[in-house]
């Protein structure tokens, strides 16, 4: 057994691991971070089917404050505005009607980002559930689809960190 061959074989073992972790931990920190999301965003939901017929075209604006610690996301949420077949309404102060949100993000590396998040909302009537299914498009903005317990509402969603 040639020792000269063994200890420069384990170093050279040692050498290449420390320098793989060194790339991994690179390329996940600076080329493929997270996506910003602990802060205030606004989420605008389009309703494009319903059971209930006077929120079909309705539209929905919420100001959500989340931190994301990993991949877990929690926070509330106020609703701010709301646009149906019953009209027009801005929800200001002790009005607005609030939510708690949790949530994850799904790192693709190969792909875009994607958020689920999960709003309970307690709603003038009830406690309701809404689910948003988001793909990241750039560092402060998603969109997709949500599905609610609220009339069995379905349609479009779009995230940002500036008012709509």
């Not at 691991?17 to 931990?25: E, Q």
Request: charged share 25%; hydrophobic share 35%.
């Amino acid at each position: 057994m040639n020792f000269d061959s063994f200890y420069s074989d384990v170093l050279a073992t040692i050498v290449g691991g420390i320098a793989l972790t060194i790339l991994f931990f690179v390329s996940k920190e600076k080329i493929f971070p997270f996506p910003v999301l602990s802060g205030r965003f606004y989420l605008e939901q389009k309703t494009v089917t319903t059971e209930y017929g006077l929120y079909a075209g309705m539209v929905l604006r919420y100001v959500i404050l989340i931190i994301r610690v990993g991949d877990k996301i929690e926070g509330t949420a106020e609703k701010i505005y709301e646009n149906s077949k019953s009209g027009e309404r801005t929800y200001v102060g002790k009005n607005r009607i609030r939510g708690e949100v949790t949530g994850y993000v799904e790192k693709r590396y190969f792909g875009k980002d994607k958020i689920c998040l999960h709003m309970v909302e307690d709603g003038s009537k009830r406690k309701s559930s809404t689910l948003y299914m988001l793909e990241v498009t750039s560092e402060y903005t998603a969109s997709g689809e949500f599905v609610s317990t609220i009339a069995d509402q379905t349609g479009t969603v779009k995230w940002q960190n500036q008012p709509f």
